[in-house]
């Protein structure tokens, strides 16, 4: 297989404290060598190994691809109307996703497809190389099990979320519809899935359903993530770091005792900033997460109804301008942040035996992600040793 070396790297972050300097690993005027869909070498550009292909950087940032571990990308439809609805004064709510069942359940395969693809190669494009989607918006056992068998074509990370809010075919009854949920739609979903997930809020599903709709999940094998504490105070967070869920997603309204809790256990915090941008909501404090002692993770929660940003350069000038993040402590939360709320160990960091996954910037290092927000600055992107930007 051929080897490349990517040369003059102005300044690589690692995210492998062994490799360079600090928590980021840094190393100045770096090279990286790529051998098949792995990174074999990293270290001084002038101590690089003879390869068989040679990028020039040209004094150019790197750092490990975007590791988004959530996000809604299984949809058809658009939410235009509710969002200016919002920015003229109304408040977000559950019922919103509503409108999008409605519209991915009348779309065709192909459709869905098309509009997965398009958002993951619109990420791609701002540096994402790993991205989460879940099911959700489908809300039968035909709809969810064929949103996440099209998810599965295209990313390894796959989420169940039949408990995304109440089905309306169920609005009645909502204990037989969490059933469906942890019965039948469960069977046609959990091959299909590597996550279970419940959006644990008022409107949506309580404590008790989502205990019930997550330990289902995980005798099947899927292991728990949970949106938790997003809108309102409530059970999810601490329920999260009982069951050993893998994350907490949003964990916006946070007691001390969550704060402890996620300090205390092995659930990263998934920050989602996206989702306060679009909704004007309070900024959940990353600061407090990180003082304490929390994993914290950044990502987008792409969606058409409460965050439609695929950009985590977005995500981590969000995070460092409004949520009290240090730039290196938001770029380590985008990258490998995200690979612990994964729990994966070949992403998120470029160290050799990694995926090749790596983000080039148009700036002299990853300081200008936040420094320059709005600024396109992803300029190449390698994804498993292929270049795709
Ligand atoms: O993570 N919180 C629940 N689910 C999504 C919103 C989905 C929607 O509004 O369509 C979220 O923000
Ligand atoms: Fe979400």
């Known amino acids: 297989m051929a080897t490349t070396v990517i040369t003059n790297i102005s300044s690589l972050v690692t995210n492998d404290p062994s490799l360079g300097e600090g928590p980021l690993g840094l190393i100045q005027d770096a090279a990286v060598v790529v051998d098949g869909d792995r ?7 002038s101590k690089a190994p003879a390869t068989d292909n040679r990028v020039d950087a040209e004094g150019r940032a790197a750092l490990p691809g975007f590791v988004d571990s959530h996000s809604h990308l299984v949809f058809a439809g658009d939410r235009t109307a509710e969002f200016n609805a919002r920015m003229s ?6 019922g919103g996703i509503r409108t999008t069942v409605a519209a991915t359940r009348a779309a065709t395969d192909e459709a869905l497809e098309a509009n997965l693809v398009r958002h993951i190669r619109e990420a791609l494009r701002q540096g994402t190389t790993t991205l989460e989607t879940k099911s959700g918006y489908g809300l039968t056992v035909e709809d969810e099990a064929r949103a996440l068998r099209i998810a599965a074509a295209h990313t390894d990370e796959v989420t169940y979320l039949g ?14 519809y969490v059933e469906l949920v942890t019965g039948a739609m469960l069977d046609a979903c959990a091959p299909h899935a590597r996550w279970v997930d419940v959006f644990c809020e008022r409107g949506a ?8 709709i997550l330990t289902a999940g995980a005798a099947r094998g899927l292991i728990p993530r949970v949106h938790a504490n997003q809108l309102t105070y409530g059970p999810g967070v601490q329920l999260a770091v009982e069951l050993g869920a893998a994350s907490a997603d949003h964990c916006t309204h946070l007691t001390d005792a969550d704060v402890d809790a996620l300090a205390g256990g092995d659930t ?4 989602l900033p996206g989702a306060e941008f679009s909704t004007r909501a309070q900024w959940p404090d990353a600061r407090r997460l990180l003082d304490a002692g929390a994993t914290v993770a950044l990502s987008t929660d792409c969606n058409p ?12 000038a969000l995070a460092v301008r409004d949520m009290g993040m240090t730039p290196d402590e938001a770029v380590w939360s985008a990258t490998a942040g995200g690979a612990a709320a994964l729990r994966r160990d070949d992403i998120g960091r470029i160290a050799p035996g990694a995926l090749a996954d790596l983000a080039l910037l148009d700036a002299p290092s990853h300081v200008h992600l936040a420094y320059r927000p709005g600024v396109p600055l992803v300029s190449a992107v390698w994804r498993r040793g292929v270049r795709e930007v």
């Open 39 to 45: 990174v074999a070498w990293v270290g001084a550009s």
């Open 89 to 94: 004064g109304q408040s977000y709510s559950a």
């Open 163 to 176: 408990a995304h809010i109440v089905s309306p075919d169920y609005a009645d009854d909502p204990a037989a």
């Open 205 to 212: 599903f309580d404590g008790d359903q989502a205990r019930t």
């Open 268 to 271: 990263v915090a998934t920050l």
């Open 305 to 316: 109804g409460s965050s439609y940003t695929s950009s985590m350069p977005f995500c981590v």
